[in-house]
Each structure stands twice: as C-alpha cells, then as structure tokens.
C-alpha cells in the first residue's frame, strides 16, 4: 500500500523567501512620499503654463498614502505656492518609498484618481520604457520646434505609461490594493 503525501504547508524557506524577506524589505522603505505633478499657470496666461511637481505629505503605510492623495484631489487643494493667482492643475499622483521606488501612480481625471495596475513582468516594463522614451523625443522635438503645449502633451502621455513601472518590491501590493474596494 502506498500512501499519497498531500502537503498544504509550505516549507519554512518558501514562506521566507516569498512572505517574510520582501515584508521586512518594504518596512525599511517607509515613509511613503506622496507626489502631484501637473500644470501651473497664473489666471488668464495659460498659454506660458508650465510643469510644476508638488509634495503633498508622507505616510507609513500604501493604503493612507492613496487615501489622503484621493482626500487632497477631490478637495482640489493641492497649491504651488502661497501666490492666489497661480492655478495648478494635477495630472498625475505619485506614491514613492523612501528610496524613490515608485509603489503606486495614477491620471487624474475629473476630480478623482485613477490608479494605474502596475506591469507583470520585466519584458512589459521595457515596451513601456521603451514606448515612453519615443514619447519624450517627441516632446523634446516638439519643445525645439517652439511647440510647448503639445511637448507638455507627449511628456504627460510618457508619465501616464511610467506610472505603471512599479518598483519589484511593491507590485504585489499595489496590485492586491487595487483589488479592494479602498481603490474604487
């Protein structure tokens, strides 16, 4: 008679390797750093806009860092300066560790975020690389032309696919974050 081994409990160096090592990893990452990158421009000249990147604050964990970047888009108080006249206009949410490895990003778009998935593997991150990269040599084509409000465009649309170039580290949990109804 032979008996079938049937295990459901991972070896000791599979749960290490795979659960303990990269959770103690991202704990020397903290605080997350929250970032808005968009326009600024003052009232009635938006054709001299320009690229303006604001910090918002810090957070200990990814789940209060997107909460507080959704809080500060939806209230739309997110300023560049003490100067009334200057408007600003947020493109693009950045959550970044203490290392600047980017955790999570997003488009804004009507007040809200929308959180981008981050990439499968490395073979994606490199089409995304190098696509974004054609996306900047236009803009700085289009810049040495005079054209700035189209290079601000190919700059922004190279932004929106280098959001989802989440660091290793963190592309689990950012993709388990945006299962949850919390990213909704």
């Given at each position: 008679m032979t008996l079938a081994r049937q295990s459901r409990v991972a070896p000791i160096g599979a749960i290490l390797a795979h659960h303990v090592?990269?959770?103690?990893?991202?704990?020397?990452?903290?605080?997350?750093?929250?970032?808005?990158?968009?326009?600024?421009?003052?009232?009635g000249m938006e054709a001299y806009a320009?690229?303006?990147?604001?910090?918002i604050g810090e957070c200990p964990s990814p789940e209060?860092?997107?909460?507080?970047?959704?809080?500060?888009?939806?209230?739309g108080d997110i300023r560049v300066g003490t100067d009334d006249?200057?408007?600003?206009?947020?493109?693009?949410?950045?959550?970044?560790?203490?290392?600047?490895?980017?955790?999570?990003?997003?488009?804004?778009?009507?007040?809200?975020?929308l959180w981008q998935q981050p990439i499968a593997s490395d073979a994606e991150a490199r089409q995304i690389v190098t696509e974004a990269s054609k996306l900047r040599g236009a803009a700085f084509a289009a810049a040495g032309r005079g054209?700035?409000?189209?290079?601000?465009?190919?700059?922004?649309?190279?932004?929106?696919?280098?959001?989802?170039?989440?660091?290793?580290?963190?592309?689990?949990?950012?993709a388990e974050l945006l299962r949850m109804p919390l990213a909704a």
């Open positions: 090592l990269p959770a103690l990893q991202r704990a020397q990452k903290f605080p997350l750093r929250i970032s808005c990158i968009g326009t600024a421009s003052y009232e320009f690229d303006q990147n604001v910090a209060e860092a997107m909460s507080v970047a959704s809080g500060r888009i939806a209230r006249m200057l408007r600003f206009r947020p493109r693009m949410i950045v959550i970044q560790d203490c290392d600047q490895g980017v955790v999570l990003a997003g488009t804004v778009r009507a007040g809200i975020i054209e700035h409000g189209p290079a601000r465009d190919y700059r922004y649309h190279a932004s929106q696919l280098e959001a989802r170039l989440v660091d290793a580290l963190w592309r689990e949990t950012a």
